[in-house]
């Protein structure tokens, strides 16, 4: 019955449009937006890794290869390669052990564990590299003052590894959960019926199953890893990755075609990694949404499977414990590491001199998380429920800022936005805007898969009642949303004040943000006064994510 | 007094990444008189949701018109078309009570609140959904969902309705109860409706008229005891219900009859309004309840397989080549036949049906 009449892709192209101009217009802006801010700096940092200085002469060419024989650019590109697997690797698998005890076994204190283990992802980066001075540096709590050790090195490899690890676990921890919890347990439970030993059910059912969502959790830490900034800066030493180096070349030697050229490198891995997560893992993920949540039967209660997966998960959590308690003990106490006494001087401190960095972090998270939230979700109905023509550049701006690390952004816009008409360096919308391009993928994931969740008859129904657009999205589609917005907001609110490896280019006189003035203090030795501000800005993300939760709570039980 | 015309219809959809495209509806022609219920009826991917769509304003055609009332709504928003539409999943809106789910319509037309309360409350006491005003639709037991989805669809007083197989996500017994309902809800209001089913027996039991669809186009369009009778082609015939469709041969007419060879027995058959001569190929159609069992039947089979259904039971039986179905709907009154019995076939002749040609 099908024939092939000619495909007229232009004129049905023409038909969307008509339909919708207003989302057409809105389309064209986020477009526009996108090549400005995310395509286009990355652009020039490639042009400019490539552009010949005034003592330099050659082609192109010949320039690219003179600068990349210079031995610290592969030292770097090793370390942070190395680095990158490393924490990958571990990070990984305490994640899939921690998700493994927590969706599969009786375990005692299941909660506390789940709210402990991810701490980590909504403190800025760099307070856990904080805690290892504090602790195990050359002044160090158990270096120091309980083993006596003097001149211990805390700084390099070993730490950064150990530091990221803990840092990046609840990532692949919650991916993994979430796959493990939506695996149909009658799967598990079939495998079972036909005899198979627990440990044939976990080789062969269930780990298969679960190994997209670890492949892809591995992949998700190492591209974290190696955009990492705050970490590798505070307590690398003398190992050197592509973030650090990228922004020593700039910033301390102002050689930007060097600078712009570490940052390039640092995007291949990004992208590589980016690329074979969306492309390979995404046809290969076995696990179906079907929007009713699967019940999950604990079948695992033999004693010793349970006791060391708990005694692990147990072991994690006294570290984050441990760590994260001494940045609040020694947010309290005089001199760190010679007058141990207990005083409140650094939050005051913080409170008075210290207010305007806390000020401007919190007023910039404020506006962009609502800016990419919005955008996001924006976005993703666009992408999901029109399909406008040139939707792909849109597509392809988005992807790639989010895969591209904050380092080349920063550098990007550094370079773009110095000149008129684009003159925005120094301004706090160059911070919102990076930090925007930075989170805004977020949304458009979480929006995407809820409104693939959300049966297209529902606005249907409500057009053909006679809503316009407008009334749908806010009536029907900004509701059914409450999920997604809550995910997106959470997490460019969280990124907005507590990322670095961008914003360290963008901030100014006029607009120094917290993490930056939390990384200032900890380089000073002012270790007081960072834990303070960490511990304040800990509290904050608390704080928020809790009035967030209530907020968009409160708006379901209306109903 | 709303009268729907569509006209010349043709629904093209474009290929994708060199694939060719679909034809989904070629040349639709139909017309819905003001309060009649016409039910399109065709297998799976004819094209019934298309059209369906194409009225509602989902889907634009590509080519032809779409009239109402003489109007010209082709190109008309559906949000402007004062069409409602009773959707296969319901589509109720996840967030909002029952009574606000049958507010959202009135809501748009920016009525009083004190008058969308009193139309709400209306349509709910017309559906018996009052006590459940303030229940959430994941709430409700499947039969409750779809009479909100008909309330919030009605309570707009659209001048056409618009059923995409309302009935399909419910159980056998609650899909006949809904279907009366539908149809005396329908009824009651006197509003324009196109019924889209795969089910014939639905079909036949709501509609004022079936159109039968096959591969985007119309089949065959009349009332349903019509079309059941007197079907134009085998696949009417079979998409209708059960039907023996069996070769025969003219071998004369007779005034009124003809006379037929079927099965290597003469028989005498009414006489279809074409013009017959002695050889032509013919095919029979008998429903299998309008023939018999008799000891003296002229058509001599054996009996295969024997399957009590309850109201009655179905006999298959193998005569020469051919497969026949009979069902027996008196088989309290009379003791039955088993697997491997000669039995004869008796197929009286009054409902009898022929089509010419030895295929469609
Ligand atoms: N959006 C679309 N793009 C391309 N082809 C489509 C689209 N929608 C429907 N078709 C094709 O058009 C034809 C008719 O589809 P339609 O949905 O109208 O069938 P239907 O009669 O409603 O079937 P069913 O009983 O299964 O619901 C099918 O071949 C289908 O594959
Ligand atoms: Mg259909």
Redesign the interface.
Same mark, same amino acid.
């Given at each position: 019955m099908t024939t092939a009449p000619i495909p007229r892709p232009f004129s049905t192209g023409l038909r969307r449009i008509a339909a919708d101009p207003w989302l057409f217009g809105i389309f064209m802006v986020l477009s526009l937006l996108t090549v400005i801010f995310a395509i286009l700096p990355i652009a020039s940092v490639l042009v400019q890794a490539l552009r010949a200085t005034p003592t330099e002469t050659g082609s192109g060419l010949g320039i690219l290869i003179e600068r990349l024989s210079a031995p610290l650019i592969w030292r770097a590109f090793g370390n942070t390669l190395l680095l990158g697997a490393s924490s990958a690797l571990i990070s990984t698998l305490t994640g899939f052990l921690l998700a493994f005890a927590m969706t599969r076994t009786p375990m005692r204190g299941k909660r506390t564990v789940h709210m402990i283990a991810l701490l980590p992802v909504i403190s800025p980066p760099f307070v856990i590299a904080l805690a290892m001075i504090l602790l195990f540096g050359r002044s160090g709590l158990i270096t120091r003052e309980l083993l006596g050790i003097r001149g211990a090195n805390v700084y390099g490899f070993h730490s950064l590894v150990f530091i990221q690890s803990l840092a990046f676990t609840p990532l692949a921890y919650l991916n993994i959960r979430g796959m493990l919890q939506s695996m149909d347990s009658a799967l598990e439970d079939a495998a079972a019926t036909l005899r198979a030993s627990q440990w044939t059910v976990f080789r062969r059912v269930t780990l298969p199953l679960a190994l997209p969502g670890i492949f892809s959790s591995a992949l998700l830490v190492f591209v974290k890893s190696i955009e990492d900034f705050g970490n590798p800066l505070v307590i690398g030493g003398s190992f050197n990755t592509l973030a650090v180096e990228a922004y020593s070349q700039l910033i301390g030697y102002f050689n930007v075609p060097m600078g712009a050229l570490l940052a390039s490198l640092l995007l291949v891995p990004s992208l590589l990694a980016f690329m074979i997560h969306r492309h390979w893992l995404a046809k290969r993920s076995y696990v179906t949404v079907t929007g009713k949540p699967t019940a999950q039967e604990i079948r695992l209660t033999a004693r010793r499977v349970v006791w060391p997966l708990a005694a692990f998960c147990y072991l994690y959590v006294g570290l984050v414990v441990l760590l994260y308690g001494t940045v609040v003990w020694v947010s309290l106490t005089k001199i760190p590491g010679i007058d141990w006494s207990f005083s409140t001087e650094h939050y005051v401190r913080a409170f008075t001199d210290g207010l305007a960095p806390l000020g401007n972090s919190l007023t910039i998270a404020l506006i962009a998380a609502p800016v990419a939230t919005l955008a996001g979700l924006v976005i993703a109905y666009i992408q999901t429920r029109r399909r406008f023509p040139g939707a792909a550049l849109l597509r392809l701006g988005t992807l790639l800022s989010f895969a591209a690390p904050g380092t080349i952004i920063g550098i990007g816009y550094v370079s773009v936005f110095n000149t008129a008409p684009l003159l925005l360096t120094g301004t706090i919308t160059i911070i919102i805007a990076a930090i925007v391009v930075k989170t805004v993928q977020v949304g458009i994931e979480a929006g995407t898969n809820q409104l693939r969740q959300i049966d297209p008859a529902i606005e249907e129904a409500a057009m053909i009642l006679g809503a316009s657009n407008g009334r749908i999205f806010r009536r029907v589609t900004a509701p059914l949303l409450r999920p997604a917005i809550f995910t997106a907001m959470a997490y460019s609110f969280t990124r907005g004040l507590t990322t670095l490896s961008a914003i360290i280019f963008l901030v100014s006189a006029n607009w120094t943000l917290i993490t930056v003035t939390i990384l200032n203090q900890v380089e000073t030795l002012r270790m007081g006064l960072a834990a303070a501000y960490s511990v304040i800005l800990i509290v904050i993300v608390l704080s928020a994510l809790a009035l967030l939760q209530v907020a968009l709570g409160r708006g379901a039980k209306q109903r | 007094m709303t009268r729907v015309t569509l006209k010349g219809i043709n629904k093209?959809f /474009? %290929?994708?990444d060199g694939h /060719?495209?679909?034809?989904a509806v070629r040349d639709l022609d139909i017309t819905l008189e003001d309060g009649t219920l016409v039910t399109l009826l065709g297998p799976s991917?004819c094209g019934k949701t298309t059209s369906l769509r194409m009225l509602?304003?989902?889907e634009?055609p &590509?080519s032809g018109q779409i009239l109402i009332d003489g109007r010209d709504i082709t190109h008309v928003? =559906?949000?402007?078309?004062g069409?409602?539409?009773v959707?296969?999943?319901y589509?109720?809106? /996840?967030?909002? &009570?029952v009574a606000?789910n049958v507010a959202? %319509?009135l809501e =748009?037309?920016d009525l009083t609140r004190a008058e969308i309360t009193r139309r709400v409350g209306e349509v709910l006491e017309l559906m018996d959904l009052s006590a459940l005003a303030g229940r959430?639709p994941a709430q409700l037991s499947g039969g409750q969902q779809q009479r909100v989805a008909l309330a919030? &669809?009605v309570v &707009?007083e659209p001048d056409v309705l618009l059923f995409d197989e309302p009935l399909s996500n419910l159980d056998a017994q609650l899909r006949e109860r809904m279907r009366d309902e539908l149809r005396l809800v329908q009824q009651r209001l006197g509003i324009t409706s196109l019924y889209v089913t795969h089910d014939q027996s639905e079909a036949m039991a709501i509609s004022d008229r079936v159109i039968v669809m096959r591969?985007?186009r119309v089949e065959q369009d009349g009332p349903p005891a019509e079309v059941y009778a007197h079907p134009r082609t085998a696949f009417v015939a079979g998409f209708m219900g059960r039907a023996n469709i069996l070769p025969a041969r003219v071998l004369a007419t007779e005034g009124e009859s003809l006379r037929a060879e079927l099965g290597g027995v003469p028989v005498t058959l009414p006489r279809p309004g074409s013009e017959l001569a002695p050889g032509d190929a013919i095919r029979v159609v008998l429903r299998p309840e309008q023939i018999a069992l008799s000891t003296s039947g002229p058509i001599r089979a054996r009996i295969e397989r024997v399957i009590f259904q309850g109201g009655f039971t179905e006999y298959q039986l193998k005569a020469g080549a051919a497969l026949w179905t009979i069902t027996d709907h008196r088989h309290h009154l009379h003791p039955g036949h088993r697997p491997g019995d000669e039995i004869g076939i008796d197929i009286g002749s009054a409902a009898a049906w022929i089509l010419p040609g030895a295929t469609d």
């Open positions: - | 093209i /474009p %290929g994708r /060719p495209g679909a034809h991917g509602a304003g989902f634009t &590509t928003p =559906v949000n402007q078309r069409i409602g539409m959707f296969q999943s589509a109720l809106f /996840p967030h909002m &009570t606000e959202f %319509g =748009v037309l959430a919030r &669809t &707009t591969d985007g």
